[in-house]
């Protein structure tokens, strides 16, 4: 499956998304935490490339990264705040799915190791 190219502006999401918030915004338990950085930004990068939709990937850049509110974004898009708000949580949900397995294969690692 073909890496889709993120948006120009977008590049850095991941850490975007990674520095503004704590995971648990995501709905992971406390053992989320025990993923290290380089493992969170690579499961990031997969999540944001393969995962988002362009418009999902435009709300959240929008809200973790210009720190931008449901209301300016969707004016920014010509989208209701409503339909915002379902991007960035399918978003959300797409991004803490493949954090999960990146902690799965994390410990798998760990108990073949």
């Known amino acids: 499956m073909p890496v889709k190219k993120t948006p120009p502006g ?4 991941e850490k975007a998304i990674g ?4 995971l648990t915004e995501f709905g992971q338990d406390p053992n989320m935490r025990i993923i290290d950085d380089k493992l969170m930004m690579a499961a990031m990068k997969i999540a944001i490339g393969q995962e988002l939709t362009q418009r999902q990937m435009e709300c959240l850049a929008m809200y973790f990264g210009e ?10 898009l010509g989208i209701g705040k ?7 949580e399918t978003g959300k949900a797409k991004i803490r799915q493949v954090l999960m397995y990146a902690l799965a294969f994390k410990r798998a690692m760990e108990e073949d190791g």
């Open 67 to 76: 720190r931008l509110t449901l209301k300016e974004i969707g004016l920014r």
């Open 82 to 88: 409503s339909t915002v708000y379902k991007h960035i």
């Open 10 to 13: 977008y590049g850095s999401l």
């Open 19 to 22: 520095k503004s918030m704590d």
